[in-house]
C-alpha cells in the first residue's frame, strides 16, 4: 500500500513454480497488476519446457534358460568395475560369476542349501558351504561380500579367500561374533563400511528387521528401531541396499512398499514411494508421490539415477536425478518375453526377491528370479531425424534442396552397427541425388558405421531433387532411419508448390467524354517472385 512515485519501480516479486511432468513444450505465464488509483495492466511471458530426455532400453537374457539347472534361484546381484556380474543363486547355495563375454564360473559355495559351516583360516572360498545366499555385492577394490538367510554369517572374499566380516578376530569360527541374522542386502563404500539389512538376529543384542554398518570391529545401528512400521525411524521389511556418491544409502522396503534414504548424517527421508500404501502409480512424476508394490533391489549409477525392482508389479523403475520416476522395464504382465526388443514392451516374474545392479556403459543387470534368468538393459540408440528447406518450390524447378540431419539425445547410448537413412518421395518430386561428409549414399539411402554418441549429430545430408511441372501442392517428402541399434524414427516436411497462373486479358477505357490521352503501366507477378 506505499506510495510509488513516477519512473520508480518497486523491488521485484521472486515467483517460484513446480513444473509438471505432463507439461507442454511452451506454457504461458500471465501475471496482472490492479489499484493504487492506476489503470489495469497485465504481461506474459512465454516459457520454453524442455524435455528430459528418459533412457530407452532394450532387454535380453544374459544368463539363465528358464530351468533351474543354468540358475536355480537368482537373488542378488552386484557387477565389478570390470564388467564382471556376481549372482547370489539361492537355490543351489552357490556365488557365480558372469564375465563380460558370458562365461559363468562359481566362485563361491560348494554345494546345495544347509547351514553356513564353520570356516577355517584361509579356506577358499569354493570351499564354503552357504545356506540360501541372498544378498552379493563388490567393492572398489573387487572385494565381494555375502550375505543370506541361513547360517547368521556374512563374509567378505579377496583373492578366493572367504573371511567372516562380522569375525575379523576368529576368521571364521563364529562364536565369538554377533549373529549377523538373516541378511538380505548387502553393498560397501570405498571407505570400508559395509551395510548390511538384517530381517532377523538371534543376538538378542542386534534388532530385527534393521540396516546396519560394520568397519574395523565395530557395528553400528543405521536404521530401524526395533519396531516394526512404516513411520518414525521404522522400517517394515528391509531388502536390497544401495549407496550414491554422496554417501547416501538407499534400503528397499517392501512392506512398506517405498525406498528409504538415510544421508551421512543419519537423517531418514522417503526417496520413491508413499509408506504403508502398496499399488502402482505416479510415473513421469514425483517420485514420493508414486506408489511401488514390493521393492526390493535397489541401485545408483554413475550419475545418481535411483533404480527399482518394483516386485509385485513386475516392472523395473527408474527415479532420475531429478527425482522424477519411470517404468524401463516390464509391461505390468508378469511372466517371460520380449528378449531383443523394448524393454518396456517386455513380461518380467522378479518373484519375492530379486537385485538389481548398475553397471559400466550404462547397461542394468537384473535377477528375473522366477523366470530363473539374469537379464540386461542396454540402453537404446534413440536416433532423431529432421528434414527441412528454405522457401517455396515452383513445377518445373530443377536442383531443389532439402537437409536431413540424424541426431542421438544426450542420455542415449551410443549407435551401433550400420545406420541407414531412407528417403521416400511423392510423386511430385524426383530424386537426383543424395550426400553428406561420410555418409556413403547410393539410390535413396544413405548410411554409415561410425558410433554416434549421445548428445549429438552426424554431418547433414544434401538431398537434392527436381519438382515436376505437373507437381501439385503440396508435396510431403518423407525420411526415415533405422539401424545403429536404434528403436527408429521418422519425419515429413510439407513443401509449398507455387503453380504460376497466366496472365488474364485486362480491357481498360478512358473516361468516357474526357477527350484526354491516358498511360496504362501494368504489372505482372506469377507468386513466386517472378
Given at each position: 500500500?506505499?506510495?510509488?512515485?513516477?519512473?520508480?519501480?518497486?523491488?521485484?516479486?521472486?515467483?517460484?513454480?513446480?513444473?509438471?511432468?505432463?507439461?507442454?513444450?511452451?506454457?504461458?505465464?500471465?501475471?496482472?497488476?490492479?489499484?493504487?488509483?492506476?489503470?489495469?495492466?497485465?504481461?506474459?511471458?512465454v516459457t520454453t519446457i524442455v524435455a528430459q530426455y528418459n533412457t530407452q532400453y532394450i532387454i535380453t537374457t544374459l544368463v539363465g534358460d528358464g530351468t533351474n539347472t543354468?540358475?536355480?534361484?537368482?537373488?542378488?546381484?552386484?557387477?565389478?568395475?570390470?564388467?564382471?556380474?556376481?549372482?547370489?543363486?539361492?537355490?543351489?547355495?552357490?556365488?557365480?560369476?558372469?564375465?563380460?563375454?558370458?562365461?559363468?564360473?562359481?566362485?563361491?559355495?560348494?554345494?546345495?542349501?544347509?547351514?553356513?559351516?564353520?570356516?577355517?583360516?584361509?579356506?577358499?572360498?569354493?570351499?564354503?558351504?552357504?545356506?540360501?545366499?541372498?544378498?552379493?555385492?563388490?567393492?572398489?577394490?573387487?572385494?565381494?561380500?555375502?550375505?543370506?538367510?541361513?547360517?547368521?554369517?556374512?563374509?567378505?572374499?579377496?583373492?578366493?579367500?572367504?573371511?567372516?566380516?562380522?569375525?575379523?578376530?576368529?576368521?571364521?569360527?563364529?562364536?565369538?561374533?554377533?549373529?549377523?541374522?538373516?541378511?538380505?542386502?548387502?553393498?560397501?563404500?570405498?571407505?570400508?563400511?559395509?551395510?548390511?539389512?538384517?530381517?532377523?538376529?538371534?543376538?538378542?543384542?542386534?534388532?530385527?528387521?534393521?540396516?546396519?554398518?560394520?568397519?574395523?570391529?565395530?557395528?553400528?545401528?543405521?536404521?530401524?528401531?526395533?519396531?516394526?512400521?512404516?513411520?518414525?525411524?521404522?522400517?517394515?521389511?528391509?531388502?536390497?541396499?544401495?549407496?550414491?556418491?554422496?554417501?547416501?544409502?538407499?534400503?528397499?522396503?517392501?512392506?512398506?512398499?517405498?525406498?528409504?534414504?538415510?544421508?551421512?548424517?543419519?537423517?531418514?527421508?522417503?526417496?520413491?514411494?508413499?509408506?504403508?500404501?502398496?499399488?502402482?502409480?505416479?510415473?513421469?512424476?514425483?517420485?514420493?508421490?508414486?506408489?511401488?508394490?514390493?521393492?526390493?533391489?535397489?541401485?545408483?549409477?554413475?550419475?545418481?539415477?535411483?533404480?527399482?525392482?518394483?516386485?509385485?508389479?513386475?516392472?523395473?523403475?527408474?527415479?532420475?536425478?531429478?527425482?522424477?520416476?519411470?517404468?524401463?522395464?516390464?509391461n505390468g504382465q508378469c511372466g517371460y518375453s520380449g528378449d531383443g526388443g523394448p524393454a518396456t514392451n517386455a513380461a518380467l516374474e522378479l518373484g519375492p526377491s530379486s537385485?538389481?545392479?548398475?553397471?559400466?556403459?550404462?547397461?542394468?543387470?537384473?535377477?528375473?528370479?522366477?523366470?530363473?534368468?539374469?537379464?540386461?538393459?542396454?540402453?537404446?540408440?534413440?536416433?532423431?531425424?529432421?528434414?527441412?528447406?528454405?522457401?517455396?518450390?515452383?513445377?518445373?524447378?530443377?536442383?531443389?534442396?532439402?537437409?536431413?540431419?540424424?541426431?542421438?539425445?544426450?542420455?542415449?547410448?551410443?549407435?551401433?552397427?550400420?545406420?541407414?537413412?531412407?528417403?521416400?518421395?511423392?510423386?511430385?518430386?524426383?530424386?537426383?541425388?543424395?550426400?553428406?561428409?561420410?555418409?556413403?549414399?547410393?539410390?535413396?539411402?544413405?548410411?554409415?558405421?561410425?558410433?554416434?554418441?549421445?548428445?549429438?549429430?552426424?554431418?547433414?545430408?544434401?538431398?537434392?531433387?527436381?519438382?515436376?511441372?505437373?507437381?501439385?501442392?503440396?508435396?510431403?517428402?518423407?525420411?526415415?532411419?533405422?539401424?545403429?541399434?536404434?528403436?527408429?524414427?521418422?519425419?515429413?516436411?510439407?513443401?509449398?508448390?507455387?503453380?504460376?497462373?497466366?496472365?488474364?486479358?485486362?480491357?481498360?477505357?478512358?473516361?468516357?467524354?474526357?477527350?484526354?490521352?491516358?498511360?496504362?503501366?501494368?504489372?505482372?507477378?506469377?507468386?513466386?517472385?517472378?
Amino acid at each position: 500500500s506505499d506510495s510509488l512515485a513516477a519512473d520508480a519501480s518497486y523491488p521485484a516479486i521472486a515467483v517460484t513454480v513446480n513444473v509438471a511432468g505432463t507439461a507442454p513444450s511452451q506454457v504461458t505465464n500471465v501475471v496482472g497488476v490492479s489499484g493504487g488509483g492506476s489503470a489495469n495492466d497485465s504481461a506474459s511471458d512465454v516459457t520454453t519446457i524442455v524435455a528430459q530426455y528418459n533412457t530407452q532400453y532394450i532387454i535380453t537374457t544374459l544368463v539363465g534358460d528358464g530351468t533351474n539347472t543354468t540358475l536355480n534361484g537368482p537373488k542378488g546381484v552386484a557387477v565389478d568395475t570390470a564388467g564382471n556380474i556376481y549372482v547370489a543363486e539361492q537355490g543351489s547355495g552357490l556365488i557365480k560369476e558372469v564375465s563380460p563375454s558370458g562365461v559363468v564360473t562359481v566362485v563361491a559355495g560348494g554345494g546345495p542349501g544347509g547351514q553356513f559351516e564353520p570356516i577355517a583360516t584361509n579356506m577358499a572360498a569354493t570351499g564354503a558351504q552357504l545356506s540360501n545366499p541372498d544378498a552379493v555385492a563388490v567393492d572398489s577394490s573387487g572385494n565381494y561380500y555375502v550375505g543370506g538367510l541361513g547360517g547368521n554369517v556374512l563374509f567378505r572374499v579377496t583373492g578366493g579367500i572367504v573371511h567372516v566380516v562380522d569375525c575379523p578376530q576368529a576368521d571364521g569360527l563364529g562364536s565369538a561374533c554377533p549373529a549377523a541374522g538373516q541378511i538380505t542386502g548387502v553393498v560397501a563404500d570405498n571407505a570400508g563400511n559395509v551395510y548390511y539389512s538384517s530381517l532377523g538376529s538371534p543376538d538378542p543384542a542386534l534388532y530385527s528387521r534393521a540396516v546396519y554398518a560394520y568397519k574395523a570391529g565395530v557395528l553400528t545401528l543405521v536404521a530401524g528401531n526395533g519396531t516394526v512400521g512404516c513411520t518414525g525411524g521404522e522400517i517394515g521389511l528391509p531388502r536390497g541396499l544401495a549407496l550414491d556418491g554422496a554417501g547416501n544409502l538407499y534400503i528397499a522396503d517392501s512392506d512398506c512398499a517405498v525406498v528409504w534414504k538415510v544421508t551421512p548424517s543419519g537423517t531418514i527421508t522417503i526417496a520413491a514411494g508413499t509408506a504403508g500404501i502398496p499399488g502402482f502409480s505416479g510415473d513421469g512424476g514425483p517420485a514420493t508421490n508414486a506408489t511401488l508394490n514390493q521393492p526390493n533391489g535397489v541401485a545408483v549409477d554413475a550419475t545418481g539415477n535411483l533404480y527399482i525392482t518394483d516386485n509385485a508389479n513386475c516392472l523395473i523403475r527408474q527415479v532420475n536425478t531429478a527425482g522424477i520416476i519411470h517404468t524401463i522395464a516390464g509391461n505390468g504382465q508378469c511372466g517371460y518375453s520380449g528378449d531383443g526388443g523394448p524393454a518396456t514392451n517386455a513380461a518380467l516374474e522378479l518373484g519375492p526377491s530379486s537385485g538389481i545392479a548398475a553397471g559400466p556403459g550404462g547397461k542394468i543387470y537384473f535377477s528375473d528370479s522366477a523366470n530363473y534368468r539374469v537379464r540386461q538393459l542396454t540402453p537404446a540408440t534413440a536416433l532423431g531425424i529432421t528434414k527441412t528447406h528454405t522457401g517455396n518450390f515452383a513445377p518445373g524447378q530443377q536442383g531443389a534442396t532439402y537437409t536431413v540431419t540424424v541426431s542421438n539425445p544426450a542420455g542415449a547410448g551410443p549407435t551401433n552397427g550400420t545406420v541407414t537413412v531412407t528417403e521416400i518421395l511423392p510423386s511430385g518430386l524426383t530424386l537426383v541425388s543424395m550426400a553428406g561428409q561420410g555418409w556413403t549414399c547410393g539410390g535413396t539411402s544413405c548410411s554409415r558405421n561410425d558410433a554416434l554418441a549421445g548428445g549429438s549429430s552426424y554431418p547433414a545430408i544434401t538431398v537434392t531433387v527436381n519438382v515436376a511441372g505437373n507437381a501439385t501442392s503440396p508435396q510431403v517428402n518423407a525420411v526415415s532411419v533405422s539401424g545403429g541399434g536404434s528403436l527408429g524414427a521418422n519425419t515429413t516436411d510439407t513443401t509449398t508448390i507455387v503453380i504460376n497462373q497466366p496472365p488474364q486479358a485486362v480491357s481498360v477505357s478512358p473516361p468516357s467524354g474526357s477527350g484526354l490521352q491516358q498511360t496504362f503501366t501494368f504489372h505482372y507477378s506469377d507468386g513466386a517472385g517472378a
